[in-house]
């Protein structure tokens, strides 16, 4: 008598229900393949027990560890194999219909003239303006990327750096010659793909994450600098994002890096990566509270990389206790941006918010997000650690805003936008803090950086741009 067969059979021990979920499972040989290949099996477990019920004593479903299915056991019928308790049987399912949705959501998005490989070029082609169902259409590739995206995070990053090095000449320029005009799109690109492709290194499964940190255990740095180093406020949360996802085991690698940090940025970076780790797994947020707790307390007028670190370890307890009000804090800026990024619309268009009770939640988030404010500005720092909690509990897709909602809000990219971020490198009289969170002003307030335009004007404009 055959395996197949057999099982069949032996559904007579279940419940009717019961007996709808196993012929489910034994109907998708894709799902079951994802379930035992997510598993991490002894070499010596020849069979898996799939719970069909949430009693720990049965009944389940009996599998080869290559999917074939041998038999269904009844309630407290004993066996030696390894157990898949229903909860974590149906996670790991919806996560197989997640991926569906997701390669069905690639046959929609492909435009006539696209093949699907082409589909990987947004990440470098649609810079600040890439969608919600951009991201996703992307990151349905993700299980065939493996290390890629992070290598490439890693690559991306680093030119984008030395680009902008090689280009602060042209930050005072109000006019840019055509060569030039074609460099700073170029470093536009390269900054924003970094942030995507940090996302994306995330966004992997749990699998494929501790596959990553098996790979990269040596490594003894910041994961996330790469992305931090483009200099805006988005950009630190995405990095302090990507390590929350990859949890408890890089704990050792961020205590280690937020106390060598020899400068401002890297100590906010490993800062925000160790904070957002136990933000995200609650586990873990007591030794990550010792860790900080083990510096002095903070000083008023920072002059020291010293200070900046003893003011972000203050920084990172404050957020990491109160994160439920950091984070109604946070709604509450994006939709003030909400509000002042639709206001140049027709009346009655549906982007356009009149008030701030008008603004949904999900665009509320990605418009806090996704701002990409000043972090050499101190009170753009205060901001940027108060949305930390709403940051390190997101979906990488949250970052993003719905295509609708970008078309609505943001033209083509102009070389202005560039000249300002590169004006952010600009040597300053910049506080080493970061600081506790402050108040963001009213759209039609002085804007704190001292330009003298209103906010909405200013920090507040779409995108950040000065």
């Known amino acids: 008598m055959s395996h197949a067969h057999h099982f069949l059979e032996r559904l007579d021990r279940v419940t009717r229900e019961q007996t709808e979920f196993a012929l489910a499972l034994y109907r998708d040989h894709e799902a079951v393949a994802y379930v035992l290949g997510y598993l991490n099996l002894a070499e010596s477990a020849a069979r898996v027990a799939l719970a069909v019920d949430e009693s720990p004593n049965g009944p389940v479903v009996v599998v080869t560890r290559d999917g074939k299915f041998v038999t269904c056991l009844g ?21 197989v219909e997640e991926k569906r949705a997701r390669r069905e959501l690639v046959q929609r998005e492909l435009r006539p003239d696209e093949e699907e490989g082409d589909v990987l070029q947004r990440i470098l082609t649609r810079g600040s303006r890439m969608s919600r169902e951009d991201f996703l259409v992307v990151s349905a590739f993700e299980p065939l990327l493996g290390l890629g995206p992070f290598m490439a995070m890693l ?3 680093s030119e984008a750096v030395k680009a902008r ?3 602060s000449i042209h930050a005072s320029n109000a006019v840019a010659n055509g060569a030039t005009k074609k460099a700073l799109e170029r470093l536009y690109r390269m900054e924003w793909a970094t942030a995507h492709l940090t996302l994306l290194s ?15 255990r040596h490594v003894r740095a910041s994961a996330g600098i790469p992305c931090s180093m483009q200099g805006g406020s988005t950009f630190f949360l995405r ?14 690698t961020y205590k280690l890096a937020f106390a060598q940090a ?21 586990s873990t947020a007591a030794e990550v509270k010792r860790a900080f707790e083990g510096y002095d307390p903070p000083v008023r007028a920072p002059m020291t990389t010293d200070d900046a670190r003893r003011n972000c370890a203050r920084a990172m307890l404050e957020a990491i206790d109160n994160p439920e009000e950091r984070m109604e804090s946070t709604l509450k800026v994006g939709r003030h941006f909400a509000v002042t990024y639709g206001e140049g619309l027709r009346e009655g268009h549906p982007q356009r918010f009149k008030t701030m009770e008008e603004v949904p939640d ?22 940027t650690v108060s949305t930390l909690p709403t940051a390190a509990r997101a979906a990488a897709e949250d970052f993003y805003f719905p295509r609708d909602v970008v078309r609505a809000w943001f033209g083509a990219w102009q070389q202005d936008e560039t000249l300002a971020r590169l004006k952010r490198w ?14 963001t002003p009213g759209r039609n307030d002085p804007c704190s950086c001292g330009s003298g335009r209103k906010w909405k004007k200013c920090h507040g404009a779409p995108g950040g741009v000065p």
């Open 262 to 282: 020899n400068d401002w940025m890297s100590v906010l970076d490993a800062g925000m990566g160790l904070a957002a780790i136990a933000l995200r797994h609650a």
């Open 362 to 383: 999900d665009i509320a988030r990605t418009a806090a997000l996704a701002f990409d404010g000043d972090v050499f500005d101190g009170r753009i720092q205060g901001f």
């Open 426 to 439: 600009v040597p300053r009289d910049s506080k080493l803090t970061p600081a506790r969170a402050e108040a």
């Open 202 to 216: 995330g966004a992997a499964d749990r699998r494929a994450l501790d596959d990553f940190l098996e790979t990269t």
């Open 239 to 252: 990095a302090a994002w990507m390590v929350a996802r990859f949890g408890k085991a890089f704990i050792p």
């Open 75 to 95: 309630a407290g019928m004993r066996h030696d194999h390894p157990l898949v308790p229903r909860r974590r049987l149906e996670a790991l399912l919806a996560k």
């Open 165 to 167: 090095a090689l280009m």
């Open 155 to 157: 690559d991306v990053g």
